[in-house]
Every structure is written in C-alpha cells, then in structure tokens.
C-alpha cells in the first residue's frame, strides 16, 4: 500500500477512517466554494425548468396544440434528462479515475452551462417548427449527461482534499449549496413575475434565468482551473497505479457487495427528495385542500431550515462518525413523517414542514459513506454508477407511486419512503465494516 506523504500521515489513523488534521487552509476553502457552485447550477438548473415550464410550453410547440398536452410534452422532456444521467455519470467518471477529478470537475460544469445558456436562447416553434422542441430536448439530453458526473466528482474531489475529521462539515456545505440553488432560482422566478406581465414572459423574460445560469456555469468551470488535483488521484499517477482496464468491469467483478449495498442506499434519495422533500405539498394542496400559498410558504421554510440543517448534520457526523449520525437521523425522520401526516393542521403548516427539513439533513450524511465504499481507482466510477442508476429508476417513479398510495391511503404516502429510509439505515452498518482509507491507494485497485 502506498501511502500519500504527509497528506497520508495526517489524514488516516490505525484503521484509515480517521483523521488528525483538523484545520481547514485556503485551498481547502477554495475547493469547497467551487464544488458548491456546481452543486448550486444543478439545483438552480432543475427548479428554473419546472417553474418556467408553462411558458416554454407555449414557445416550443404549436399554439393550437391543447395547453395540457404542451405542458406534458414539455415536463416529458424534462423527465428526458434523467434517462442519460446514468450513462452520462458513468462515462465522465470512468475518465475522470483515469485522466483527473479535477478535469471532469471542470468539464462536468461545462457541459451543464452549455446546454443550459442555449436553451435560453433557442427559437421557438413559430419561427423553426418542429425543430424548436428537438433542438429542447438535445439540450436537456445534455443536462442530464452533465447531471450525472457533478455532484459525484463534487464528492470526491472535496473528500480527497479536505481533512477527513472535517469531510461532514464539507459535504453539509455542499449539500446547503444545493438547496441554495433552488432558493435563488425560486426568488428570482418570484422576483420577475412581479415585475413582467405574462406576455412579456411568453415573449422573452423566460430566457433570462437561463442565460444567467449558463453565465454562471462558465464562471465556475473556468474558476476551477484555480484548484488543485486531489493528493490521491497525484499519488496514484506518480506510482503509475491507475486503473487501465475499465473502471466499471472492476467494480462489478472486485466489488460487488460495495456495489450492492451503496445501490440500496442510493435509492433513499431517490425516493426521499420527491417523496418527502416535493411529494407533501402536493398532498395538502390536492388531498387535504389546505390553501396553497400556505402549502407553498411551508415549504419555503422547509428550504430555508435545509440550508442550516445540512450544515449542522454535517457538524453531527463529524463529531459521532457517520454511521451513528446517519441511523439516528434516519430513525428520527420515520417517527416525524408519521407525525406529519396524522397531526398537521392548517395552523401548523410551517412548523412540520421545517421539522421536516432538519431531519432531510440525512441525506447529505450519505455522501460519507459512498466515497469510503471504493478503492481510490474506481472511486468515481463507483460513486456515479450507484447514485445515478438509483436517482433515475426512482427518482422518476417515486411521483407517481406516492400520488397512487395518496388514493388508496393516507398512511401508504408515509410508509413507502418510511420503509426505504429503514432499509437504507440498516445497509449502514453493514458498509461501515467494508469502509477503505480515503488517502491510500494500492498496486492492484483492491484493499483486502
């Protein structure tokens, strides 16, 4: 085994999951704002869409067509973006174990401002037809590509660079920038409503949140040269140990049972983030009949506590170690969606919505135990495999499955994501016994 110089000695302990170093420098710093950024741009990107849909609808297809059915085609091309984030997250990350996290750091931005910036300045269908809509969907197609490697390279560049007594702090502030993404993108689509009418949106308004996100992507990309590569990935280049074969036939024929349980973990974001996260709002608004501006600024506040929660949890794995702060959180979450849905009242809109979001903070305690799940070779390509192939099988599918238990039974929209978050929690232990040390490498890829 190869240790990493001094980076190695201050980073692992006598069991490699440990970490002396406890203070952050500037490149440190620097890392985390710019791996927030990216984090930031994909939030931002995905609320922007959602919000303007109705808009787009009418830009990108014809005007006799029904305003439900443009409206379907346009969320079916959203929903597009998700069927290329698992090949697009595998084949950016199975370069980045070989060529450099911090190239697909920067790349992975790129290809995300791009298509975004271009749809904000696409014809419409008056002035092209049909290749108004295909010229959307490439776009989107793009998005979802880029999608699958940011936040993946995002959590092992930061893990690879910081110290790993302060890794929960690091990924709470990822996670906070996240949310923050979609505060911005909410606020500003708020702010612009107020201030141009419907037909100056339909005509070009709707653009502007577009073309300002794909500035800001350039900005980041281009920031991110300023950053380092990790102390593994140059370590594993100076021993001349990186993987030549691929990446993702290692980690099914080396590491399956890694790969088996981080792919049932995965699957708690999948279906928490719409089911929990999204899913309540829509069930007071459409089942209970609660007024929507209550319903919506509930789950504003549900944001805003996010943005700190996150940060806390991240303090919490930090001084418990992930595997308690993660079962812990996780069981306190079950006992408060029960609660939310037998004693929520139109009065107490706003108070379980933000108990709600103190204990979503689990889900960012989740990037701790993906990045120590694989050997510094196939880090990347393991982390992006399992958390994409999850978040597009259920992240699409979780909507439809809440809204069909919301019809049987008000009890069935608590239990299914109960009954994922309790089986995620128990898969927590079991990977905590197969954790690697984050800043060691080894001749072969494989650390048994």
């Known amino acids: 085994m190869f240790d990493l110089s001094q980076q190695a000695i201050e980073g692992t302990s006598e069991d490699g999951t440990a970490n002396t170093r406890v203070h952050l420098t500037l490149e440190h710093y620097r890392v985390l704002a710019l791996s927030s950024m990216g984090g930031m741009l994909e939030y931002y990107e995905f609320t922007i869409f959602i919000f303007l849909s109705p808009f787009i609808s009418q830009v990108f297809f014809p005007g006799s067509s029904p305003a439900w059915i443009k409206e379907l085609q346009t969320l079916t091309i959203f929903a597009a973006g998700y069927f290329t984030r698992p ?16 190239r697909m750091f920067a790349l992975s931005v790129l290809i995300m401002a791009f298509p975004t910036m271009l749809i904000g300045l696409l014809p419409g269908y008056d002035r092209v037809g049909f290749l108004a809509p295909a010229a959307l969907l490439i776009c989107r197609l793009f998005q979802g590509v880029a999608l699958g490697g940011e936040l993946p390279t995002a959590m092992v560049f930061v893990s690879e660079h910081v110290p790993q007594r302060r890794l929960g702090l690091a990924f709470g502030v990822i996670g906070s920038s996240v949310v923050l993404g979609f505060v911005l993108a909410s606020g500003l689509i708020r702010e612009m409503l107020m201030h141009f009418s419907h037909e100056q949106f339909v005509a070009f308004a709707w653009r502007v949140p577009f073309v300002i996100g794909g500035c800001f992507g350039f900005l980041s990309s281009f920031l991110r040269r300023y950053v380092s590569e990790t102390p593994v990935f140059r370590e594993m280049r100076a021993r001349k140990v990186l993987g030549g ?54 789950l504003f506040w549900l944001q805003i506590t996010m943005l700190f929660s996150s940060i806390a949890g991240g303090l919490v794995v930090d001084a418990l170690g992930w595997q308690r702060a993660i079962v812990g959180t996780f069981l306190a979450l079950i006992v408060v969606i029960f609660c939310f849905y037998a004693f929520i009242q139109l009065q107490t809109v706003t108070i379980w919505f933000c108990l709600l979001g103190v204990f979503l903070s689990g889900l960012i305690m989740l990037y701790s135990p993906l990045v120590v799940s694989f050997p510094a070779q196939i880090r990347l390509t393991g982390i992006s495999t399992v958390y994409n192939i999850s978040a597009a099988v ?55």
């Open 394 to 448: 259920f992240g699409g599918t979780t909507p439809i499955v809440m809204q069909l238990l919301a019809h049987q039974s008000q009890w069935g929209v608590a239990i299914y994501p109960a009954a994922v978050i309790l089986v995620g929690a128990a898969t927590v232990p079991l990977l905590w016994r197969l954790r690697k040390p984050l800043f060691a490498v080894t001749d072969q890829g494989n650390e048994r």
């Open 245 to 298: 074969g691929n990446p993702v036939k290692m980690l099914i024929s080396r590491y399956r049972h890694e790969t088996l349980l981080c792919l049932i973990l995965s699957i708690v974001p999948g279906v928490v983030i719409p089911g929990v996260h999204i899913f309540p709002a829509v069930y007071l608004e459409t089942w209970r009949h609660f007024d929507p501006r209550i319903v919506s600024n509930g």
């Open 87 to 102: 090949f697009g997250g595998i084949i950016l990350s199975s370069l980045g174990d070989r060529l450099g996290r911090k």
